[in-house]
């Protein structure tokens, strides 16, 4: 069955310095990839996917996330965090001919100025 | 382009009510999904729909939710009656579908449930 994992329940950063918010999977096969972000008193909001191709994908508001199929792992990262990047995000995995997608179960991001 | 639509935003019941919640998925997106959130956990899938008929609800609690998606457009999510776990917001979600299942999906503001 499939399974992903965020092992951090928060993470915190300073405001200018490079972000990472971990995720696992556990999936048969090649999975399809997603990053969800949530703000407050807002539904969840797509940020990037990976399906396949270069394990490097960019996403919105300069996020971008690197699949590592060795480690099972879809860690996301920006370059430079800001005050308005705190929310709450969700990793998320499909299993390829599979109908449902998985979330963790999500890592607070808190950046402070 | 519209987002996708729920209503109400808040609810509260009484244990054993009725409650019903509604969903207008975005134009044009075939697959509608409703998840249940509670408090520090993600999304649960409890159903999903392709057009108007169901493709997984396996984790639906048939003895109490319900869900209809009759013209393959809005649909809308019963539970009868309400048990105090049920407390939760209740996500509606909808996606393209193209024959393949890596499309993105696209949430509405969700439903607030409270269960007194």
């Known amino acids: 069955a499939q399974s992903v994992a965020q092992p951090e329940d928060q993470v915190n950063v300073a405001e200018g310095n490079p972000l990472t918010v971990k995720c696992t999977y556990s999936?048969?096969?090649?999975?399809?990839l997603f990053w969800y972000v949530q703000y407050p008193n807002r539904g969840l909001q797509f940020l990037l996917k990976?399906?396949?191709?270069?394990?490097l994908v960019k996403g919105s508001y300069g996020f971008e996330a690197e699949f590592n199929k060795s480690q099972t792992s879809f860690h996301l990262k920006k370059p430079s965090a800001l005050v308005s990047d705190s929310a709450l995000y969700f990793c998320?995995?499909?299993?390829?001919?599979?109908?449902?997608?998985?979330f963790g179960a999500g890592t607070r991001l808190f950046v402070k100025a | 382009e519209a987002g996708v639509a729920q209503s109400p935003r808040y609810k509260i019941i009484e244990k054993r009510q009725s409650v019903a919640f509604w969903c207008n998925p975005i134009?044009?997106?075939?697959?509608l999904y409703w998840y249940q959130q509670i408090l520090g956990q993600g999304p649960k899938l409890l159903i999903q729909f392709q057009n108007n008929g169901v493709v997984d609800d396996s984790q639906l609690p048939k003895d109490r939710f319900s869900a209809e998606r009759l013209k393959g457009v809005d649909s809308t999510l019963k539970i009868q009656p309400a048990k105090l776990e049920d407390s939760a917001v209740y996500l509606c979600?909808?996606?393209?579908?193209?024959?393949?299942?890596?499309?993105?999906?696209?949430f509405g503001p969700g439903t607030r449930l409270t269960v007194l």
């Open positions: 990976y399906i396949t191709g270069d394990n």
């Open positions: 998320a995995v499909r299993d390829p001919g599979g109908f449902k997608t998985i």
């Open positions: 134009s044009g997106h075939a697959t």
């Open positions: 999936v048969s096969g090649n999975p399809y």
């Open positions: 979600a909808s996606s393209i579908s193209s024959g393949t299942d890596y499309n993105e999906q696209f």
